[in-house]
């Protein structure tokens, strides 16, 4: 009874940590490093001041764009515009896009860009009749300025977000891991094994596998098939006699699910 006891009041602990954490910043979502793009506003060739009054990112895969498309909005990828920039972290594999805007009364097209680098921004050059889109950085993003926007990428942008995400994957998986243990017997100390884990599979995930030319959907398949199997061999390696395969297996897999919905839905 007292085992229980103690077992609830550390799980109890974890979980107001949690809860304590969220309003301090925003990670990206727990499936490794996710594609962005930023578009930052530049009206200096406009005569004079015209009003934004609505703004969409179309993607395409012809290169002039024929068979445009607005960008769908899914976990993870939401398009958000701000006074001088907008943003979006990309889900989509299409290789062309184009924004369109409506400033004043008139419909204007952007020429059609591609995404140069991982980590793209862009700045959008307002005319009277046209959009032009300049090439600013690709790789990492360039340090903001107090008007347009927090600086999370003054440095090393990659380093950011794996520090961002990995504080809230480290958080999320030590709960449910523990949880889980307890549901099935595994035994509360192998926790220690769980943080080993994430503290293995974060740099891969994020340094590693991003080296891969693959799709964003591929590349978010093979990021959680590396941290569920490297988490669930050490637990069935250190996991002692309480700790068969399926149990490992079972555990390292519902906590990676916990915590990449956790990341897409609540944090992202």
């Known amino acids: 009874m007292k085992t229980e006891k103690r077992n609830l ?18 990670a990206a979502a727990d499936i490794g490093p996710t594609p962005s793009l930023r578009l930052v506003f530049d009206k200096s060739g406009l005569t004079e001041s015209q009003s934004v009054k609505d703004i969409v990112l179309y ?30 972290d990309l889900m989509s594999s299409r290789d062309y896009f184009q924004v369109g805007l409506l400033l004043g009364e008139k419909s204007i097209l952007s020429d059609v860009f591609m995404k140069e680098g991982f980590y793209s921004t862009y700045d ?3 005319y ?8 600013v950085s690709a790789k990492e ?13 003054s440095t090393n942008p990659l380093l950011a977000e794996m520090l961002g995400a990995g504080f809230f994957t480290l958080i999320i998986e030590s709960i449910f891991g523990f949880l889980l243990l307890l549901i099935t017997r595994g035994g509360g100390k192998n926790i220690i094994w769980i943080l080993i884990g994430n503290m293995i ?5 994020w340094l590693a596998l991003p080296q891969l030319s693959i ?17 669930a061999l050490l637990l069935r390696w250190k996991g002692g006699e309480k700790m068969p395969w399926w149990k490992a297996w079972l555990i390292s897999i519902l906590i990676n699910i916990a915590s990449t919905l956790f990341g897409v839905f609540v944090i992202s």
């Open 201 to 205: 599979t974060i740099p891969i995930v």
């Open 141 to 153: 993003l360039v340090k903001e300025t107090p008007e347009s926007g927090p600086d999370l990428h």
């Open 124 to 126: 959008l050059v307002f």
């Open 59 to 88: 993607t395409c895969s012809e290169a002039d764009c024929s068979d445009r498309e607005e960008l769908i909005e899914v976990p993870g990828q939401h398009f958000e515009c701000f006074d001088s920039f907008c943003q979006v």
């Open 128 to 135: 009277d009749d046209r959009l032009e889109v300049a090439l």
């Open 215 to 231: 799709p964003i959907y591929f590349f978010a398949a093979a990021v959680f098939s590396t941290a569920a199997c490297i988490e």
């Open 9 to 26: 009041v550390v799980l109890s602990f974890l979980i107001a940590i949690l809860v304590l954490a969220i309003p301090a910043g925003q």
